[in-house]
């Protein structure tokens, strides 16, 4: 079987031998080689770093890059590498994950290689759906790794979310990217478990400067953003998005259920200066989480999910509050809602594209050790699962609906109460009385509210028979469930 060589492929890569030493890489369909003759060098970094530190992590800081040369289709341009990964995992048993990156005409470009023990085809599934769905998202590949003439085992190749790639593959062409600071000395690591979170993370101080000359500017909304997140003034943060791509990044996000690239440093955020709007990036970076992990699997819960699919620990991450104020509001979820049905109508295609990233990357899989590959499949079965549970639960929860009324012959009055996660639509003698009434709200951290609706039906002779309640999100009439009383009040 052929595999289509990516557009950065058949690269070499040296550096100066007077002063970091020489190394290379090419790609062809399944190796990446990456010859670093001076290896030390960048081991002396790793030293230095962990031996100052008191907890298992690299800061950005620490990271330093090594210059060199990048020959792409025969032409010669200087180039970097480095480390990549603040965590110890990126730097355990002599396997290591780098960031390189070069300059063309087109500006600069960048890649990564990470070893395959922190990132596999499952992360791949999972954003090449986001892409396919025109979230800000990035997808790569599997490779096996040759370094310094030695096979490193399997890697991730994939092009970074970085300025070049959104400008080149998306919408945006004047923003900035925001992320906080991936200093996990701070106090709220729990235990030996870094924490990606900090209590400063609505604070505008805490986020990361970069190079970017608008970046003062974005700061300048983050802080705004913030401000609102902490009065909770929903109303001013649905200002700040994009309502249609806020209600696609959550719908998806709920499918996989993982909100660890949703706190903290993994969050990062675009402030797009045309649109005057944040945009988060997609960037996830694990199969999904069972939903039963840390909550029983209801639907009743299916808001609430995501944000506990890590654990009590992440829950509280502070900028979190600002996904579920949005979601508790009704016009938002409603918008948010109409998305998850799209993704159930469409299961059957999300799953075969599940399926086909795995295959696409069995090559490069099959060639790991058997204990190894075990891992992998019990990876992209269990993502598979995971995704069926989140349809069978999305499922229950649009299609869920009680109706209880209750007719005053003497007032010509219905009160209603739609026991309904979806808007409700009513109807008489085919007259549309009420529409898009939400039964069911939330409390800004996401407890349901119930509450009745008075509706005047001014007519001689009511009968229940021709009351209709449609359910405004699924278009289905709903037929079971449907309680009508009559009382008089005189």
């Given at each position: 079987?052929?595999?289509?060589?990516?557009?950065?492929?058949?690269?070499?890569?040296?550096?100066?031998?007077?002063?970091?030493?020489?190394?290379?890489?090419?790609?062809?369909?399944?190796?990446?080689?990456?010859?670093?003759?001076?290896?030390?060098?960048?081991?002396?970094?790793?030293?230095?770093?962990?031996?100052?530190?008191?907890?298992?992590?690299?800061?950005?800081?620490?990271?330093?890059?090594?210059?060199?040369?990048?020959?792409?289709?025969?032409?010669?341009?200087?180039?970097?590498?480095?480390?990549?990964?603040?965590?110890?995992?990126?730097?355990?048993?002599?396997?290591?994950?780098?960031?390189?990156?070069?300059?063309?005409?087109l500006g600069t470009n960048f890649?990564?290689?990470?070893?395959?023990?922190?990132?596999?085809?499952?992360?791949?599934?999972?954003?090449?759906?986001?892409?396919?769905?025109?979230?800000?998202?990035?997808?790569?590949?599997?490779?096996?790794?040759?370094?310094?003439?030695?096979?490193?085992?399997?890697?991730?190749?994939?092009?970074?979310?970085?300025?070049?790639?959104?400008?080149?593959?998306?919408?945006?062409?004047?923003?900035?990217?925001?992320?906080?600071?991936?200093?996990?000395?701070?106090?709220?690591?729990?235990?030996?478990?870094?924490?990606?979170?900090?209590?400063?993370?609505?604070?505008?101080?805490?986020?990361?400067?970069?190079?970017?000359?608008?970046?003062?500017?974005?700061?300048?909304?983050?802080?705004?953003?913030?401000?609102?997140?902490?009065?909770?003034?929903?109303?001013?943060?649905?200002?700040?998005?994009?309502?249609?791509?806020?209600?696609?990044?959550?719908?998806?996000?709920?499918?996989?259920?993982?909100?660890?690239?949703?706190?903290?440093?993994?969050?990062?955020?675009?402030?797009?200066?045309?649109?005057?709007?944040?945009?988060?990036?997609?960037?996830?970076?694990?199969?999904?989480?069972?939903?039963?992990?840390?909550?029983?699997?209801?639907?009743?819960?299916?808001?609430?999910?995501?944000?506990?699919?890590?654990?009590?620990?992440?829950?509280?991450?502070?900028?979190?509050?600002?996904?579920?104020?949005?979601?508790?509001?009704?016009?938002?979820?409603?918008?948010?809602?109409?998305?998850?049905?799209?993704?159930?109508?469409?299961?059957?295609?999300?799953?075969?594209?599940?399926?086909?990233?795995?295959?696409?990357?069995?090559?490069?899989?099959?060639?790991?050790?058997?204990?190894?590959?075990?891992?992998h499949l019990n990876r992209a079965?269990?993502?598979?699962?995971?995704?069926?549970?989140?349809?069978?639960?999305?499922?229950k929860y649009l299609n869920y609906?009680?109706?209880?009324?209750?007719?005053?012959?003497?007032?010509?009055?219905?009160?209603?109460?739609?026991?309904?996660?979806?808007?409700?639509?009513?109807?008489?003698?085919?007259?549309?009385?009420?529409?898009?009434?939400?039964?069911?709200?939330?409390?800004?951290?996401?407890?349901?509210?119930?509450?009745?609706?008075?509706?005047?039906?001014?007519?001689?002779?009511?009968?229940?028979?021709?009351?209709?309640?449609?359910?405004?999100?699924?278009?289905?009439?709903?037929?079971?469930?449907?309680?009508?009383?009559?009382?008089?009040?005189?």
């Amino acid at each position: 079987m052929k595999y289509v060589i990516l557009l950065f492929a058949f690269v070499l890569i040296s550096c100066s031998e007077t002063k970091i030493g020489k190394a290379s890489i090419i790609h062809d369909s399944l190796y990446v080689y990456l010859n670093i003759l001076e290896q030390e060098k960048l081991d002396s970094i790793k030293k230095l770093a962990f031996t100052n530190l008191d907890t298992p992590f690299m800061n950005s800081e620490s990271k330093k890059w090594v210059k060199g040369t990048i020959t792409l289709k025969g032409t010669k341009y200087d180039a970097q590498i480095k480390f990549h990964g603040t965590n110890i995992k990126h730097y355990q048993d002599n396997k290591y994950s780098y960031s390189i990156k070069w300059k063309d005409s087109l500006g600069t470009n960048f890649f990564k290689l990470i070893k395959g023990e922190e990132a596999f085809p499952a992360i791949a599934a999972i954003n090449k759906i986001a892409l396919n769905n025109k979230l800000i998202s990035s997808s790569g590949s599997m490779r096996i790794g040759i370094i310094n003439g030695l096979n490193k085992g399997v890697y991730y190749l994939v092009e970074p979310l970085k300025h070049n790639n959104i400008k080149r593959n998306f919408k945006h062409k004047e923003f900035a990217i925001l992320s906080h600071t991936s200093d996990w000395s701070r106090k709220e690591r729990n235990g030996k478990r870094p924490s990606h979170w900090s209590k400063n993370d609505l604070f505008a101080g805490h986020i990361e400067n970069n190079k970017n000359p608008l970046f003062p500017k974005a700061l300048h909304h983050y802080k705004l953003l913030s401000e609102d997140i902490i009065k909770k003034n929903t109303g001013n943060l649905k200002a700040k998005v994009d309502i249609d791509y806020m209600a696609n990044y959550l719908a998806l996000a709920l499918i996989f259920n993982d909100v660890h690239f949703m706190t903290g440093d993994n969050l990062k955020l675009l402030y797009d200066f045309e649109q005057e709007k944040f945009y988060p990036l997609f960037r996830i970076e694990s199969e999904g989480i069972p939903f039963e992990t840390f909550l029983d699997t209801n639907f009743i819960e299916l808001n609430r999910f995501l944000f506990h699919s890590q654990g009590e620990h992440y829950s509280k991450a502070p900028f979190l509050q600002f996904f579920a104020l949005l979601i508790s509001d009704t016009e938002f979820r409603i918008k948010r809602d109409k998305y998850l049905y799209q993704f159930l109508n469409n299961k059957e295609n999300i799953i075969r594209e599940i399926e086909k990233v795995h295959h696409n990357n069995s090559a490069v899989m099959n060639l790991i050790e058997e204990d190894k590959k075990y891992i992998h499949l019990n990876r992209a079965k269990r993502q598979k699962n995971i995704v069926k549970t989140a349809f069978s639960l999305i499922s229950k929860y649009l299609n869920y609906a009680h109706i209880y009324c209750t007719y005053d012959k003497s007032k010509k009055q219905l009160s209603f109460n739609a026991d309904s996660f979806c808007p409700i639509d009513v109807y008489y003698n085919d007259k549309l009385l009420l529409a898009n009434h939400s039964g069911i709200n939330f409390t800004e951290d996401l407890k349901l509210i119930q509450s009745n609706k008075e509706l005047k039906i001014d007519v001689n002779l009511f009968s229940a028979k021709r009351l209709m309640f449609i359910n405004s999100i699924t278009k289905d009439t709903i037929k079971q469930h449907v309680y009508v009383n009559f009382i008089n009040s005189k």
